[in-house]
């Protein structure tokens, strides 16, 4: 097999399982316009849930939390792609659909965007450090899920790539199946908020050769994977400053 017919049938296998991704999609619109009154309790969770974390009885912005809405968001990205430009889809029209997809984007959003209050600037940009990793593994996540889906449907699937996916593939793009285009935005939302995160930990730091690593650090925030080592080396450097603060002697130890 050369290498000709080996990229026609990824390029098969990626269109069934964008294919398969929007059926998904659109099943899931069905279902939430189907339970009726019942969707409307998804909005009012994410409303209840909004307020105990703005009177300090709940706290959204912790790790888990924005672990939870890193994960989530590429997918209701997708959803909300659904919603606003497949016209096809009856469901889009519907308020409690509508009003399911959007609290639940937006709370996921605040997780992600809301900060907490520091202790100290020093602890705030370590726990900045952090975050941002946990945004770049969550990324990771999603790609290899896609990568696996492919090369799932490139092998097991093979038959019904080549029968579906070829002719599917000449008729439509990768990007014209609903929810890929939402999919790939949520994927550079998280990419860019990982970056702010880490923007921010530089800026926390308050280190005495800050304007130094902020000549040549503007760019590595933006290289997913050397992110993530420059974010630990950075997170080693706070920790071993804060140790020799806290305990001089730590060293001989």
Known sequence: MNWSNLFWIFYAAAHTAAAI?????ELEMVGLRQAGPWAWVVPGVCLILLTLDLTGRLSLRGSGGKMLAALVLP???SCGEVLLWDDHIPERTAPAVCACVCSLLLLAAYALLRREEPKN????AEALLEQGSTL???????LLLMAGAVIFMATFGLLISLIVGGLIMS???LLDYGGMKGLLLGLLALHLVQALTFRRSLRAAKEKDFHEIERWSALLLWV???NLIWAGRLRNRLWNQRMERENPAWRQL
């Open 121 to 124: 600037p020093l602890a705030e």
């Open 75 to 77: 997918l209701l990205c």
């Open 21 to 25: 991704f929007d059926e998904v999609l």
């Open 224 to 226: 997913p994977i050397v």
């Open 171 to 173: 008729r439509n793009g």
């Open 136 to 142: 770049g593994i969550v990324e990771g996540i999603w």
